[in-house]
């Protein structure tokens, strides 16, 4: 009997939504050692954008994730105004910032939801889901979808919010304050809730700044990072808000990190909608000149990065994507050792990985990595094979 | 014994109140917990005959056994703990304050029979050569460790209560006598039926399915019909150990009584499946081992006193 075992969690698992491998050994139930694959998702995106013209980029990049559908297309448009130099009008900015908000209420709201089933608290996670459908009805009111909501565009947006949508982003604002409240009160008074919760899956300060993460992630573990406020874009100097920061850096703190940032974006989309100016919705944009820019953005999971290259043609000549989950993914090993395989997978889901997004990153060096993580048996196959042909 | 009696004892195993009718009743039972569940959580729920459907299907597909599993145990496990259900259904009371078939000691052999099923979880589980299934198991060994302390103290406190070994004297409303005992079982065969916050073992966010992983159709439908029988024959004994009485002497009456004390029973277990997440094996260790412990240890105290004259 080896007094290790491998557990797999992926990568096709129930508590995974998309394909990735965390290989787990264990001794007993606790967790001794993860190895960590990914690319399993990978689509070639920055690949493809090369072939695409600037205002087919802004919908290809949408589709790179489904829950932060709008956190590409802006960090995108933002990195093309930079090149072209195009200043998007101040009501697009808050369209663009309301549109933002809004994608990180639901998308902590689904986060919530899937850590409650992955605790077992499939009551809280049906709740919390009841909550976030009327941010979708938002959604769809304002740009006619539900996700994907195409809303970016080179020199500022393409829809605009009306009278009508604001009473009802108002109205609904109201109602998921007050559910958001109750439910913060739900995860931190249920003493079972707390126990699965508190003290687990630690991330020290120290390392959060050792894996360069971002997002939840590194505000949960006492770093005050945010690219809204560090890196103010859209309407975000426009507005006030607080960067909540918890120091314990357990799997709680996270997720009271990702609660609070809730009422801070219903405080936000409030302000924005009260401070909009009237007037254009952008700017026109004519063509690209040469030159190099970027474009960030504070996504759900962390700073998103977008960097773009032109040659003064149609098409850009390069295009680089470095989405959140890249960052935090590699913070789960410190997260995961010495902790139950009970854990695993809440820890997996605390830093909200987004593996489509992380995939289209990991082909940049796919080459090293793949020397990387070959298995013993793999090499042994390989050593095998090659004994075979020089036979 | 002569043929008839050996008829009687047949027809007593195979259809009242054994296999048939603890199926039929165990499967209803089950939607209730998935519909009240769904209703809890704002979603629709199953029709009343999903329960029914479900096992039809698997017990007429196929099984699958894993090329590296026991595969004596692997088979023998699930069939084993069909018939565990189906014995003890003989043993625990239905509407009426004697079992189907009841000898001395019988209280005894009854709590065994109701733990052959957490024993086929583990010899399912660890037998089948997969990880997933092997953790299961070793986590249905610490979940079985931890409540059968308690369960088997609340129901001793009753034996020691009667100074009977007879499940046929235990029965009786003892809820007001021993409510602590009474809610340290109903906790004990809430982990023992594996419904939130007690499915540790089968956690499938967690380990897949736990020992279930590797087994599919004819042999999944038996351990899900033992689940579903399962639940029927813990309700009914709690009912029947803590809330059985008064009888009108009319069976039929009695027995839909019964019936309706189960239902009330099975609502708690949905509202408490509902409230909470799921514990941590060692979490749940350490809730049976210290509180559920020490209030069943404080009604048996209660029990004993008197009885050694102190």
């Known amino acids: 009997m080896p007094r290790f075992a491998t557990v797999p969690i992926g990568p096709y698992h129930p508590a995974l939504k998309e394909p990735e491998l965390f290989k787990l050994k264990v001794e007993g139930e606790t967790v001794v050692d993860v190895d960590i694959r990914i690319g399993y998702n990978h689509r070639g995106i920055e690949k493809l954008s090369e072939s695409m013209t600037y205002h087919q980029i802004t919908f290809l990049v949408e589709r790179i994730c489904g829950i932060c559908s709008n956190i590409h297309p802006l960090c995108y448009v933002q990195a093309a105004e930079a090149i072209a130099g195009i200043e998007p009008p101040e009501r697009a900015l808050y369209i663009r910032t309301i549109i933002e908000e809004l994608e990180r209420i639901h998308s902590h709201l689904l986060w919530l939801g899937i850590g409650a089933h992955i605790i077992g608290f499939d009551t809280l996670f049906m709740w919390v889901w009841k909550i976030r459908e009327p941010v979708l009805d938002i959604f769809e009111a304002v740009c006619g979808n539900r996700q994907t909501y195409a809303m970016m565009k080179i020199g500022g947006v393409r829809r605009d919010i009306k009278e009508e949508h604001t009473q009802m982003i108002l109205k609904i604002m109201d109602e998921t304050e007050r559910a958001t409240r109750s439910v913060i009160n739900m995860v931190l008074e249920d003493p079972v809730a707390r126990a699965r919760l508190e003290g687990v899956g630690v991330l020290t300060k120290e390392d959060a700044r050792k894996y360069c993460t971002v997002g939840p992630t590194a505000r949960g573990s006492g770093l005050n990072i945010d690219a809204r406020k560090d890196h103010p874009h859209a309407a975000y100097d426009l507005v006030d808000f607080k960067v909540p920061v918890m120091t314990e850096g357990d799997v709680l703190a996270k997720t009271v990190v990702r609660l609070e940032e809730i009422l801070e974006s219903i405080s936000i989309i409030k302000q924005a909608l009260d401070a909009m100016p009237s007037g254009d919705i952008a700017t026109e944009f004519k063509e690209m000149p040469p030159g190099e820019g970027v474009g960030m953005a504070e996504a759900p999971r962390g700073e998103d990065i977008h960097y773009l290259k032109s040659n003064g043609t149609n098409m850009p000549e390069r295009h680089k994507i470095r989405a959140p989950s890249y960052m935090n993914i590699p913070s789960l090993k410190p997260q995961l050792m010495n902790y139950e395989i009970a854990d695993a997978p809440i820890i997996i889901a605390s830093i909200d990985p987004c593996f489509s997004c992380t995939d289209r990153i990991t082909v940049v060096d796919a080459r090293d990595g793949k020397s990387k993580t070959l298995s013993w048996d793999e090499l042994v196959y390989l050593s095998r094979r090659k004994t075979r042909r020089l036979k | 014994m002569d043929v008839a009696d050996i008829g009687v004892m047949l027809l007593n195993l195979l259809v009242y109140p054994g296999f048939v009718f603890t199926a039929v009743m165990g499967l209803l039972f089950f939607w209730l917990v998935r519909k009240l569940l769904a209703r809890f959580q704002w979603r629709v729920g ?29 088979v023998a496990a699930p069939v084993f703990a069909l018939a565990a259900v189906t014995l003890a259904m003989l043993l625990i009371p239905v509407g009426a304050k004697n079992p189907a078939f009841g000898f001395i000691g019988d209280i005894i052999v009854l709590i065994y029979l109701l733990t052959i099923p957490s024993v086929a979880i583990i010899i399912g589980g660890s037998s089948s050569a997969n990880p997933f299934g092997a953790i ?88 899900k019909l033992t689940h579903a029988m399962l639940l029927f024959a813990l309700s009914s004994l709690f009912v029947s150990l803590f809330f059985a009485g008064p009888f009108t002497g009319n069976y039929v009456v009695d027995v839909l009584v019964h019936l309706v004390k189960c239902v009330l029973v099975v609502v708690v277990i949905a509202v408490v499946a509902a409230a909470n997440p799921r514990l941590r094996i060692d979490q749940a260790l350490r809730f049976f081992w210290g509180f559920v412990f020490v209030l069943a240890l404080i009604d048996f105290m209660r029990a004993l006193i008197p009885v050694l004259g102190w």
């Not at chain 2, 308690?150 to 009667?162: E, H």
């Not at chain 2, 004297?169 to 039926?193: D, E, M, R």
């Open chain 2, 136 to 223: 299961g198991a070793s986590r249905e060994i610490g979940l079985t460790i931890a409540y059968e302390l308690g369960l088997v103290l609340s129901v001793l406190t009753l034996c020691v209560d009667a100074n009977s070994l007879l499940v046929e004297s235990v029965t009786g409303f003892n809820f007001l006598k021993y409510p602590l005992a009474a809610v340290a079982l109903f906790i004990c065969v809430v982990a023992k039926l594996g419904i939130t916050p007690f499915d540790i073992p089968e956690a499938k966010t967690e380990i897949m399915a736990g020992p279930y992983t590797e087994y599919s159709g004819r042999l999944l439908g038996i351990f």
């Open chain 2, 46 to 74: 199953p029709p009343i005959y999903q329960t029914f459907a479900d096992v039809i299907k698997l017990l007429s597909k196929e099984s699958v056994v894993p090329e590296n599993a026991n595969r004596f145990m692997f």
